[in-house]
């Protein structure tokens, strides 16, 4: 299958930190076929290879990239009774516009998060109190070391708090082709949010309501990136520390909030320590940390990959030097 390989290209209009020098390499795939013929060239060429979604989880380097930047468009939307299939390039949220449309709930409550399917899948998205991998049934996706496509099941993706088998080694072996989701005709409102327990009250919502409460929090909430800035939405995970290292925490500093996940263990909010250790709305040059949420770092014009990784270190710093918590990057950081 013949695919256009093209050189040179500048990365930085497909992330969305709007940042990244060219890719010696770029290919768009569109098909399975296009996917083997790039994987084909990548061997042969004994390139490096790199896989690129909606941009919207990445920062890349301004010095570009050496090897392959392959952009998974393949598109494709299937729904057979509650069972949905997506394209790996289809973006996220239009499958949850037509999901919510056709009664079908699961993800409602990721409406509007950027980004593709494949994308979606290997970060294990989530937000206001739901995660993809609570409705995902299976994964589809090329073995780039057997070269034959294979399925997941949801076991078999190791799924964790942004977390998936797919980040497991450096160099990429699976290219995500595909997502199947087992969606529900019975919706139960998940209103667990603080956010939206005040957005509802009493009121029971409905389907097609949450999602448009979900838009309207998100959107005055977050900062989304447009021509003037660049974002990739929270750079930080929140981090889970033992419970030793809590109560020591909400013993210097009682507002610090937590809340217990499995095995005990707490999960604090990276935004709030940010924002404890003086960074809300703090700038670095062309950067800095937003000042609607401190754990988003955003790009303004001009804004380059270096600065952005020295601010998120400076940031990295000062919260363990004042909480001794390691905060750690969502993002994945290849400059
Ligand atoms: C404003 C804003 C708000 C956001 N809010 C949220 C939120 O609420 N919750 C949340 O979880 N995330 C959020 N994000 C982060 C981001 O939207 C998600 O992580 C998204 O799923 C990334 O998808 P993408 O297609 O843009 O992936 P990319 O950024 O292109 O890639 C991310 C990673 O996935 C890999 N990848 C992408 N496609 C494939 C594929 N087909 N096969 C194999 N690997 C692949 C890439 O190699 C890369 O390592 C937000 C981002 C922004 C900018």
Redesign the pocket.
């Known amino acids: 299958m013949h695919v256009k390989i093209r050189k040179n290209v500048k990365l930085a209009r497909y992330t969305?930190f709007h940042v990244g020098g060219p890719a010696e390499f770029f290919a768009e795939v569109n098909s399975v076929g296009e996917v083997k013929g790039v994987v084909d060239f990548v061997k042969k060429n004994k390139l490096k290879l790199?896989?690129?979604?909606?941009?919207?989880?990445?920062l890349l380097p301004d010095k570009g990239m050496k090897g392959l930047v392959l952009k998974?468009n393949i598109k494709g939307i299937k729904f057979r009774n509650n069972l949905t299939s997506a394209g790996?390039g289809e973006i996220?949220d239009n499958i949850v516009a037509k999901a919510v449309a056709k009664g079908l709930s699961g993800i409602e409550n990721l409406s509007l998060?950027?980004?593709?399917v494949?994308?979606?899948v290997?970060?294990n998205?989530?937000?206001y109190g739901m995660e993809l991998k609570d409705v995902l049934d299976s994964v589809e996706v090329f073995d780039i070391k057997s070269l034959a496509v294979k399925r997941f099941s949801n076991k078999k993706c190791y799924f964790g708090y942004?977390q998936s088998i797919?980040q497991q080694s450096e160099n990429?072996r699976?290219?995500?082709l595909e997502a199947g989701l087992k969606l529900s005709k019975n919706y139960v409102p998940n209103v667990e949010y603080p956010d939206l327990v005040k957005y509802f009250g009493s009121k029971k919502a409905s389907l097609s309501e949450m999602r448009k409460a979900i838009i309207k929090i998100r959107k005055t909430k977050?900062?989304?990136?447009s021509d003037s800035i660049g974002?990739?939405?929270?750079f930080f995970k929140n981090p889970i520390v033992s419970s030793a290292l809590f109560n020591k925490i909400i013993k210097q500093q009682p507002d610090i909030k937590g809340r217990e996940t499995d095995r005990g263990r707490i999960k604090l909010f990276a935004g709030q320590l940010v924002e404890e250790a003086g960074w809300k709305g703090k700038r670095l040059g062309s950067v800095g940390a937003s000042e609607k949420h401190s754990m988003v770092l955003v790009s303004y014009k001009g804004g380059k990959a270096v600065d952005i990784v020295k601010l998120s270190n400076l940031i990295r710093k000062s919260v363990k030097d004042k909480f001794g918590v390691d905060l750690e990057p969502e993002v994945?950081i290849m400059a």
Not at 50 to 58: C, D, K, R
Not at 113 to 116: A, D, E, K, M, Q
């Open positions: 969305t790199f896989i690129l979604g909606g941009g919207s989880n990445v998974v790996a996220w998060i950027p980004g593709t494949g994308g979606a290997y970060q998205i989530g937000a942004r797919f990429p699976y290219i995500i977050l900062v989304y990136p974002t990739a939405g929270s994945k």
